[in-house]
């Protein structure tokens, strides 16, 4: 399964250096976790994970593959990007194609970046981008309601599904709130899901910090936190530019750098980690002499769905999953203490998997 965040702002905000950071510290983890750079503007990066350390040396594992998540650099948006102003287009079309968008803020003081506006205020650098952003799915949607509207006249069931879809979000952007506030029942996810609103995307606000407020932010960070509590968002403080130095930096070295500056680990680990909690996604291991391996699901997925996440014959043909909890594994040092304490259990079709299952799918096809 590929995640896709976006990575967006204005210009000198900080992002690039932010996705620099992200791919440099991928590649020093190469030894452990292969780094892929899929375009020159996309980067594939392991989700920190100790609990798949654990479980690969309880195993004996040779191998250890972590789960993944791809970050995307767009370009930088300007005024008017919603009529094709700077890359206009291309920026709204590579939004359109990730599944949750981090706004990158600029929170720091410096004479030698200039900001395009002339001033440094994060939640008024937010309203432009949100503008941008709402501006283009109001067009989209007054473009595709005419021919709504004529399939609807005609009786189609899933054109009538889709206006009254147009017309909630209408009704929100209008009143100047980006698609996501729009209120849509479970059983209109899906074609609310077909409509690829940019504002209908979940949201996480990064707070790029000078590296003197790295741990604990400053006045410009504390204005983003009070807005994303005040939506319920999640917001992260970074300082990229410090990122980009650790992320040339060994273990020891690391780890050194971080105490000097009062930080427990480097921010880009709970970016990571709050991009694949804000996208509602657990993980499932399954381990082995051969690997020990991360698994992304959704959370509330059945036993046989998860198995389609390593192969559709795993699903299709799912007969059980002797499943253990994480605890448990680790506790009786692996499956086969986990067998003789009776803890290694005989799930079914109907099984939630819960997160840090380690999972053996039977199944026959």
């Not at 030894?31 to 994970?49: K, L, M, R, S």
């Not at 479970?186 to 910090?209: F, G, H, P, S």
């Not at 509330?300 to 769905?305: H, I, K, V």
Request: aromatic letters at 8%; a negative charge; one cysteine or more.
């Amino acid at each position: 399964m590929g995640f896709k965040c976006g990575i967006v702002g204005l210009p000198n905000v900080g992002k690039s250096t932010l996705f620099n950071a992200l791919t440099q510290t991928a590649n020093a983890q190469a030894a452990n976790y292969p780094f892929c750079t899929i375009e020159p503007n996309v980067g594939d990066v392991a989700v920190p994970e100790h609990r798949l350390d654990q479980i690969a040396e309880i195993a004996g594992s040779a191998q250890k593959i972590p789960a993944r998540m791809n970050f995307v650099d767009i370009a930088g948006l300007v005024r008017g990007a919603s009529k094709g102003e700077g890359l206009g287009n291309q920026f709204l079309a590579n939004i359109r194609e990730t599944d949750a968008v981090l706004y990158v803020l600029r929170c720091f003081d410096d004479e030698d970046i200039t900001h395009v506006d002339g001033k440094i205020d994060p939640l008024a650098d937010l309203e432009t981008v949100q503008t941008e952003l709402m501006l283009s799915d109001l067009e989209s949607l007054e473009k595709r309601r005419p021919a709504l509207e004529k399939k609807a006249k005609q009786g189609d069931k899933d054109a009538k599904q889709s206006l009254v879809l147009v017309d909630k979000a209408m009704a929100v952007l209008e009143d100047g709130k980006p698609a996501r506030y729009a209120e849509i029942d479970e059983d209109e996810e899906k074609a609310w899901r077909m409509l690829q609103l940019l504002t209908a995307k979940k949201v996480m606000y990064v707070c790029n910090v000078d590296e003197d407020s790295a741990a604990d932010g400053n006045a410009y960070s504390a204005k983003v936190l009070e807005h994303a509590k005040s939506e319920g968002s999640e917001a992260v403080i970074i300082s990229a530019q410090i990122e980009s130095e650790l992320a040339l930096l060994d273990g020891d070295e690391r780890s050194e750098f971080l105490e000097t500056l009062g930080l427990a680990e480097p921010g880009l680990n709970r970016l990571i980690q709050a991009g694949y909690s804000l996208l509602g996604l657990k993980t499932y291991f399954t381990a082995g002499p051969k690997e020990a391996r991360a698994w992304t699901f959704q959370q509330g997925w059945t036993a046989p769905r998860c198995a389609g996440v390593i192969h559709t014959d795993f699903e299709k043909g799912f007969i059980r999953a002797e499943t253990t909890a994480y605890q448990d594994y680790v506790d009786l040092g692996g499956e086969q203490g986990a067998k003789e304490a009776g803890k290694v259990r005989q799930e079914g079709k109907d099984y939630i998997v819960k997160d840090g299952d380690i999972m053996l799918f039977k199944f026959n096809v």
